[in-house]
């Protein structure tokens, strides 16, 4: 029964997603994933889920990797499931759900979530349902971002504080960002795997060191994740107008360089049931 904490350096809604917008970064967003698959401990697995599943290609290969029985790909996106049919087979299927209310009773062997926790409230009552979904012996295995303060976050949040867009939001103002919002701290997710009974819990935050062609591109990475929620909530002529204003103050403030250096920071934790 051990717990570590360690800090690494390493080389909207379900209408709103856009798959191929999404895979521009396929390798870049892989790595996380691959790096999560590494520390999950025993297999072949039985039984699994991958929550969050998105466009399927890494579902599939998760079940390869870890030998799995029984894989279940779940997301809220239809757009992203059409993508997950051709990943399906004898030991993968994909089914529309919602994350932050799954749970099952005690008959998983593995609970997986790669970048999608972070997009639902109350982490300790949704990792509470995940939980009850573990038989005895079983692993919970999750990565979230941890860039609220990078300034592809900061400058989305100023600006839609500003006029003319705070008022293009209506009443309710611009929607909040859910990685400043919703994801705890490294050390508040080990606290809360012991609370929830787990051992051996391993929580890491990395530092991703990923190099882009130009500034740019930054913006292209973003589009396709935490700019869909003003996408979502502006008219198409004012997102247009958001876009290009986000466009010059991002890259006035990471700079002109090109390449562009892009660090990206991420918790992964894994813990096992007793």
């Known amino acids: 029964n051990t717990s570590t904490i360690q800090v690494m350096t390493t080389s909207t809604s379900a209408s709103d997603w856009d798959p191929e917008q999404y895979r521009r970064f396929a390798s870049e967003r892989a790595q996380p994933f691959h790096d999560l698959l590494a520390m999950i401990g025993d297999r072949p697995v039985g039984r699994a889920v991958d929550l969050g599943c998105g466009p399927g290609e890494l579902t599939a290969l998760a079940a390869q990797q870890l030998e799995v029985s029984r894989m279940v790909g779940i997301d809220n996106a239809p757009a992203m499931?059409?993508?997950?049919?051709?990943?399906?087979?004898?030991?993968?299927?994909?089914?529309?759900?919602?994350?932050?209310?799954?749970?099952?009773?005690?008959?998983?062997?593995?609970?997986?979530?790669?970048?999608?926790?972070?997009?639902?409230?109350?982490?300790?009552?949704?990792?509470?349902?995940?939980?009850?979904?573990?038989?005895?012996?079983?692993?919970?295995?999750?990565?979230?971002?941890?860039?609220?303060?990078?300034?592809?976050?900061?400058?989305?949040?100023?600006?839609?504080?500003?006029?003319?867009?705070?008022?293009?939001?209506?009443?309710?103002?611009?929607?909040?960002?859910?990685?400043?919002?919703?994801?705890?701290?490294?050390?508040?997710?080990?606290?809360?795997?012991?609370?929830?009974?787990?051992?051996?819990?391993v929580v890491q935050l990395r530092v991703y060191p990923h190099v882009l062609p130009t500034p740019q591109h930054a913006v292209e990475w973003v589009k396709g994740t935490t700019l869909t929620r003003f996408r979502s909530s502006l008219e198409s002529d004012v997102y247009t107008a958001f876009l290009a204003d986000y466009e010059r103050e991002l890259v006035a403030e990471l700079g002109p360089d090109e390449p562009c250096f892009f660090p990206f920071s991420r918790i992964l934790f894994v813990a096992r049931q007793p």
């Open 81 to 201: 499931l059409a993508t997950a049919d051709e990943h399906e087979g004898d030991h993968v299927r994909f089914e529309l759900g919602d994350i932050a209310t799954w749970t099952s009773h005690h008959d998983h062997d593995l609970v997986l979530a790669a970048a999608s926790l972070q997009w639902v409230p109350d982490h300790p009552a949704v990792l509470s349902r995940w939980t009850d979904a573990l038989a005895p012996g079983g692993s919970l295995a999750v990565q979230v971002p941890a860039n609220s303060h990078a300034a592809t976050h900061t400058v989305a949040t100023a600006l839609a504080a500003r006029e003319p867009y705070r008022s293009a939001f209506g009443p309710a103002g611009p929607p909040i960002d859910p990685v400043a919002e919703y994801v705890l701290r490294p050390d508040g997710y080990a606290r809360l795997l012991h609370q929830l009974g787990y051992v051996d819990i």
